[in-house]
C-alpha cells in the first residue's frame, strides 16, 4: 500500500512541475552568439540549496554537459570543454524560473538537441530544444 502512495506520488510531481522551452528550435550562424531558455514551475519560493539543473547537449553518438548546478551551486568543472568559457547563465531570472543560458562564439559542433534536467522542492522534469549552427560552407 505504502509503495502505491509513493508511486501516486512521484506521478503527482511530475504532473505539477514542468519545464517548458520558449523556443523547440533554434538557428544561428557559426561565430554569432544565442540565448536557449526553459522556463520551469516555481510553486514555493524556496532555498536554492534544493535547485538541480544538469543541461546537455546531445549529438550524434555523445553527449555532452554544458550547464551544471548542484544544491544551488553552479558547477564549472563539469562542462564539457567545448563550452569551457562560452556560457553564461541569468542568475536574475533563475529566480523566477527561468534558465537563460547565452551561448557565445557559436561553432558547427554545438548543432543538436539540448536538454535541461530540473529538479527542485517541487519535482522533476525536463525540457528539450535543438539548436542549429550553420557555418560559411552553408552561405
Ligand atoms: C508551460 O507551458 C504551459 C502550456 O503553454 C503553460 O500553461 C505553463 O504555464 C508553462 N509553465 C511554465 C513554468 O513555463
Ligand atoms: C540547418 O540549417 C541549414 C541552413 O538553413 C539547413 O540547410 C539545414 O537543413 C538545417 N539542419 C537541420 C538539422 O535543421
Ligand atoms: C568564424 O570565425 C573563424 C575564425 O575567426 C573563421 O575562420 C570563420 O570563417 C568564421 N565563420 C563565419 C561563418 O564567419
Known amino acids: 500500500k505504502r509503495l502505491i ?3 501516486l506520488f512521484i ?9 517548458n522551452v520558449t523556443q523547440s528550435s533554434y538557428q544561428a550562424e557559426e561565430n554569432h552568439s544565442i ?3 526553459w522556463t520551469f514551475t516555481t510553486k514555493t519560493q524556496g532555498s536554492w540549496k534544493n535547485l538541480f539543473i544538469y543541461c546537455s547537449l546531445l549529438a550524434p553518438h555523445k553527449e555532452l554537459i ?3 548546478i548542484h544544491e544551488g551551486v553552479e558547477i564549472p568543472d ?4 567545448q563550452f569551457s568559457g562560452r ?3 541569468d542568475k536574475d531570472v533563475l529566480r523566477e524560473g527561468r534558465i ?8 558547427t559542433e554545438d548543432s543538436g538537441l539540448y536538454v535541461c534536467y530540473v529538479k527542485t522542492e517541487d519535482g522533476f522534469n ?3 530544444c535543438r539548436l542549429n549552427v550553420t557555418g560559411e560552407s552553408f552561405g
Open 78 to 81: 563539469s562542462q564539457h570543454e
Open 126 to 128: 525536463s525540457g528539450r
Open 66 to 68: 554544458f550547464y551544471h
Open 87 to 89: 556560457v553564461q547563465i
Open 5 to 7: 502512495f509513493f508511486f
Open 35 to 37: 540565448t536557449l531558455e
Open 100 to 107: 537563460r543560458l547565452h551561448v557565445s562564439r557559436l561553432r
Open 11 to 19: 506521478y503527482w510531481l511530475s504532473a505539477t512541475f514542468v519545464v
